[in-house]
Each structure stands twice: as structure tokens, then as C-alpha cells.
């Protein structure tokens, strides 16, 4: 509150206004007029925004239905000679995409469980002299040429769909090691010593503090093994995997055009279904704190 500053004549200020004539919010304190300063009132707080918007959810799959329903027409409508027709007779499309699916998830669900607890473990005191040792062995894999890495698998392994996996666990362990391991390094010291002075254990302050501030960059490197996944699954028929390779490669041996399309077209549109759903779950499970704009 400030006082009004005194003015008339004969005294040190004037006699104070009546109430009828005061302004709002001036009152008398001693014979002196005082006036309450306003205050802004406090905007209301912001809703969060949504995460995932109805773009999000909706333009790609449209995007990737629209492609598909475009290729089934003119698949349906070309004229396929008997090599064609035997290529993509019965259910053979179906089975070799859900052989895709399969070698994919399965290839993935086991670059999870190595390389996330491997990438953890290489950023605690005891090992975190091996980390570089490590990742470089890692980078070997995935610099090797993946088909080359198949060859010499199918040649001490045998063919079949585990040799194919083997070789794209191998491939794409590499994005997810290296980002969890960037990840937990990544984190603020004076936080983790700051749980731990609070009395959390390290394992509470591992999957409280740590795990969760670096889920960004791990969700990252899981998004980019999936759709190395899912281009490297179509090197798996040369080891006996199947997959939708198959039908490249029939494509491809027999100068049939529409196998070659049908099954070019159907891996990329796994592979971009596959990252749209893998940035949904990494949009999902990014805590809001961490989120940019």
C-alpha cells in the first residue's frame, strides 16, 4: 500500500476524502489515505498438452493403407504368367510376411534383452574401464556387411531361421548398447548423489532416476534396431530364414516384375509401420519433464 501524497492549504495535508468520494480500494490509516495496491491475478495453469495427436494417429496409417490397397489393385489386375502365379500362389504372401514379422520381433525382443542390462552394466565403477572395449567389438558387427555376416554364420551354424537371427541380433546390438550407455552417462552426477543421499538404494535409484532420464536416448536406439531389423530380415532367405526376401529374391532370379514389387513395396511398408508404432511407445514412455518444446 502507498500513501497519497498531502496538498491544501493551512495544513500538512488534506482532510481525508469521505467515503462516498474515495475511490476504490483507498482507505484511511491514521488519517492518512492509503490505496491497495491491485494485484494481477495468477493466470491458471497451462494444460499439458496431448502427446500424441490425431495426426500422429492417423496420416501414416492412412499413408501406408492407401500404398497397400493401391498395390493389391494392380497386383490383382497385371497379367502374371505361370512362374508368377506359382511365386504368389495360396498363401505364400501371408507366410512370408508373418515369417517378416516373427524374424523381426524375435531378433528384437533379443537385442533387448542383451544389450540394455550389457549397456547398464558397462556404466557402473567396476566396468566402466570395458565400455569402449566393448562397444567397439559391437561396432564390428554391425560394420561387417550383413550379408558377408550371414555367410559365415550359415557356414559355422547351418541354414534355418536361428542362424538368420543370430546374424541380426549381431547386426543391430550395436544402436541400442551404444545409446544406453550415452544415456546413463549422460545423467547429471550431482542427481544420482543426490538419491543416493537421500537413502535410495542403487538399484532404487537406478530404476527411479537414472533409467528414467535416460529413456529417451534408449527408446532411440530401439527404434533404430527395429528398422535395421526389419531391412536386414530380408537377407534371411539366403540362410534358410524365409521372410518376405523369398519373394525379392524369386523376383529377382526369374525377372518376374510384379514378385520383385510385391515384395519390395510390403517390406517398406513394415518397416515404416514398424517405426510409426516405435515413436508412438517412445512418445508414450518419454517422462513429460524430458519432452523438447
Known amino acids: ?31 492518512h489515505a492509503f490505496r491497495d495496491e491491485e494485484e494481477e491475478p495468477a493466470p491458471p495453469p497451462a494444460r499439458p498438452g496431448r502427446r500424441i495427436t490425431w495426426r500422429k494417429l492417423v496420416v501414416m496409417p492412412a499413408v501406408l493403407a492407401v500404398v497397400l490397397v493401391i498395390t493389391y489393385v494392380w497386383i490383382t489386375n497385371v497379367h502374371l504368367d505361370s512362374i508368377a502365379r506359382n511365386s504368389l500362389a495360396g498363401d505364400t504372401v501371408r507366410l512370408r510376411w508373418w515369417q517378416h ?12 534383452i542383451i544389450a540394455i542390462p550389457l549397456g547398464i552394466a ?27 555376416l550371414l555367410a559365415l554364420l550359415v ?3 547351418g541354414i534355418g531361421p536361428s542362424t538368420a537371427i543370430t546374424g541380426m541380433v549381431i547386426y543391430a546390438v550395436l544402436p541400442v548398447l551404444s545409446n544406453t550407455v550415452a544415456g546413463l552417462k549422460a545423467i547429471e552426477p ?4 543426490a538419491s543416493r543421499g537421500i537413502g535410495m538404494s542403487a538399484m532404487g535409484t537406478l530404476t527411479k532416476v537414472e533409467l528414467p532420464l535416460a529413456v529417451p536416448l534408449i ?3 530401439v527404434r533404430t534396431a527395429l528398422v535395421l531389423n526389419v ?9 534358410g530364414g524365409g521372410g518376405l526376401g523369398d519373394l525379392i529374391t524369386s523376383g529377382i532370379q526369374t525377372q518376374r516384375m510384379p514378385v520383385l514389387v510385391l515384395g519390395s513395396v510390403l517390406t517398406v511398408v513394415l518397416a515404416l509401420l514398424v517405426d ?13 519433464g524430458l519432452e523438447v518444446g
Open 1 to 31: 500500500m502507498t500513501p497519497s501524497s498531502p496538498s491544501g492549504p493551512g495544513s500538512t495535508g488534506p482532510a481525508p476524502a469521505s467515503g462516498r468520494d474515495r475511490p476504490p480500494g483507498e482507505h484511511d490509516v491514521k488519517g
Open 101 to 112: 514379422v516373427r524374424l523381426t520381433a524375435i531378433s528384437t525382443f533379443w537385442v533387448l
Open 122 to 148: 558397462l556404466t557402473r565403477r567396476r566396468l566402466r574401464k570395458g565400455a569402449p572395449v566393448v562397444t567397439a567389438i559391437a561396432n564390428i558387427g554391425q560394420a561387417t556387411p550383413a550379408i558377408g
Open 155 to 157: 557356414i559355422w551354424l
Open 190 to 193: 550431482t542427481l544420482v548423489e
Open 219 to 221: 527408446l532411440a536406439g
Open 231 to 239: 531391412g536386414t530380415a530380408t537377407l534371411a532367405t539366403f540362410g
Open 276 to 288: 510409426w508404432l516405435a515413436s508412438l511407445v517412445e512418445v508414450t514412455l518419454t517422462p513429460r
